[in-house]
């Protein structure tokens, strides 16, 4: 590590000469900022590694929503659904609860910065000669990760839900899942910025998760909802993957055109503003510009002082 060094300082008193004094203070720079990043992120990983009963936990809650929610109310949407050996709600429901497993991950793992804190570990990061955005980001990034390898985890089970293991497919969804991993992640680092106490982070978190799990649209088609619950669901950045998901994942069903068109028009209508249909690009776009801010504000108030 490069090193700004002081000029050598003698001192003397009374005809006795002291040891000279070398001081040495490392530079700051992008190269240190970058590898401040690096540690950040791994240290996430270590953590994660070494906890296995965390990596087990935060399957479950999925896994409950998409076996036995999705065989259960099967019961019930069935006389909305195609008629097809091949489809069933466990395939409607599937790209949310995929999204599901990252979000409870990425927001609870900015969880461990109020952990930090309450033990005083936090304090000895941020006295570190680096700054405290690359902290943050290493944050960010060590969080979508994790986040990100347990949703693919669960992309394993996708047979179970009669998606077809198509790379194109596995690769696109892996992507939506490192861009909303990213979001989530920056958004409980937003939150996680100023909280005290572990207890309130878990509480505001717990009050906040579920809300944004429901609007995103993962259990039920974003149309004929009433005009304030419509806009709830466009201001919740879980719906702009949660739609491109499930419409990629109907894309690459083995069904008749018929049926296709049908899912297409009724279970997976696309996101809308007012009537006009958001593309693609630009959902992605906003989920990524959403993740991008909420870690800008995070960093700002990682700069005041702690």
């Not at 090193?3 to 008193?13: F, G, L, Q, R």
Request: aromatic letters at 10%.
């Amino acid at each position: 590590m490069a090193m700004k060094t002081t000029d050598p300082v003698e001192v003397s008193s009374a005809g006795a000469v002291i040891d000279r004094i070398r001081v040495t203070t490392p530079d700051r720079g992008l190269r240190h900022d970058l590898r401040a990043v690096s540690i950040v992120w791994r240290r996430e990983l270590i953590r994660f590694r070494t906890d296995r009963l965390r990596a087990i936990t935060s399957l479950v809650q999925p896994f409950l929503f998409l076996f036995i929610l999705g065989t259960g109310l099967s019961t019930l949407a069935g006389g909305n659904l195609p008629q097809s050996s091949t489809f069933d709600f466990k395939t409607f429901i599937y790209p949310g609860v995929l999204a599901m497993s990252v979000l409870f991950t990425a927001i609870f793992s900015a969880g461990s910065i109020v952990w930090d804190r309450e033990f005083g570990f936090l304090r000895e990061i941020l006295v570190a000669p680096v700054s405290r955005g690359a902290i943050v980001v290493g944050k960010c990034l060590g969080g979508a990760t994790i986040a990100t390898f347990q949703g693919v985890i669960f992309l394993c089970l996708a047979w179970f839900a009669h998606v077809p293991y198509n790379p194109v497919l596995i690769m696109s969804l892996i992507g939506m899942m490192l861009l909303l991993s990213f979001t989530l992640t920056a958004f409980g680092v937003m939150m996680a910025a100023r909280i005290r106490q572990f207890q309130a982070f878990m509480a505001l978190t717990q009050m906040l998760v579920m809300p944004l799990f429901f609007l995103s649209g993962a259990l039920y088609p974003l149309t004929g909802l009433p005009a304030w619950l419509t806009v709830l669901t466009r201001l919740d950045p879980l719906t702009y993957v949660v739609g491109p998901m499930r419409h990629l994942v109907f894309s690459h069903l083995n069904v008749s055109a018929q049926i296709s068109a049908i899912l297409n028009t009724h279970l997976a209508p696309g996101i809308t503003w007012d009537g006009w249909a958001v593309p693609l690009w630009l959902s992605l776009g906003i989920v990524a510009v959403m993740g991008l801010g909420m870690m800008s504000v995070a960093i700002a108030e990682f700069s005041k002082t702690e």
